[in-house]
């Protein structure tokens, strides 16, 4: 098992509420149960081909989901389906589509719902800024969300928005890219944020640097109290590796 470096000031505190929620590998996020339970709205920012955590956090609170992805949608979803219809040898991967297709029709309805806009700094056409999708579906309506963000690389963009908006976030799983350039980034957000760092897990799809930085990872945040006095052994139990085919990496602090 490999081991991947990180900074001290990115030891989750311990706790033990914590569930997997999602895909069995890529795709899953361990986040502490009580800030599902406690949200009021499920923001989700990127979906690609799976809303299985979407789907796992409904059914521990059945609350609204607004989805925010603009690279994916029925079309897309559609078309993609009749390239691989029309390529005889790619049955499975036509056989993958359909299953995604009919279960994005069926997912996304009543008060599920999926905008195909991105989120980002500003809000030219085709996208949205975080501050107007939290002021619209969460200050606005009195509510506060849990929030899903995995936007490959401009989730940065996004971090001094989730400060400015933490008194209305109950938790937050999101995955950080280019971690070793971004180092300094990550921690001033932990800093600041109000909310406590759950859970840190390495995705081995990525690599893990020369001064032994993972390039991304994956992290959770909880507003509920914790333990500070034991930081936890990991991978932990509930965690899988992104890629099954390769051990998962250890984590060790400095």
Same mark, same amino acid.
Request: charge should be negative; hydrophobic fraction near 40%; charged fraction near 25%.
């Given at each position: ?9 990115? +030891? ?11 895909? !069995? ?17 499920? +923001? ?5 081909? &799976? ?14 989901? !607004?989805?925010?992805?603009?690279? +994916? ?33 069926? *997912? ?34 009195? =509510? ?31 995955? *950080? ?7 300094? =980034? ?42 500070? &006095? ?16 390769? !051990? ?7």
């Amino acid at each position: 098992m490999q081991t991947a470096r990180i900074d001290k000031a990115l +030891v989750p505190v311990a706790t033990d509420q914590l569930v997997r929620l999602g895909e !069995e590998f890529d795709g899953g996020y361990v986040v502490d149960k009580r800030s599902i339970a406690a949200a009021d709205i499920l +923001v989700s920012l990127g979906i690609g081909d &799976s809303w299985k955590f979407e789907a796992d956090c409904l059914d521990i609170n059945p609350m609204p989901l !607004e989805a925010f992805d603009g690279n +994916v949608g029925t079309r897309r979803y559609f078309f993609r389906l009749l390239r691989a219809i029309a390529a005889p040898p790619r049955l499975k991967c036509a056989l993958h589509r359909a299953r995604v297709l009919f279960s994005y029709l069926g *997912f996304f309805r009543l008060d599920r719902r999926h905008h195909r806009l991105l989120v980002g700094r500003h809000d030219p056409p085709g996208q949205i800024t975080l501050a107007q999708v939290l002021n619209k579906h969460a200050v606005g309506s009195d =509510k506060r969300a849990f929030l899903k963000i995995d936007i490959e690389g401009s989730e940065y963009h996004l971090l001094d928005t989730l400060v400015e908006f933490a008194p209305h976030i109950t938790g937050l799983a999101i995955e *950080f890219h280019d971690v070793e350039a971004n180092l300094s =980034k990550i921690i001033d957000f932990v800093e600041y944020f109000r909310l406590n760092l759950a859970h840190v897990h390495c995705n081995n799809y990525a690599e893990i640097g020369s001064g032994g930085c993972p390039e991304v990872i994956e992290v959770s945040f909880t507003q509920s109290p914790a333990d500070t &006095s034991h930081p936890p052994e990991l991978p932990r139990a509930l965690d899988r590796p992104n890629n099954p085919t390769i !051990e998962d990496y250890r984590i060790t602090f400095a």
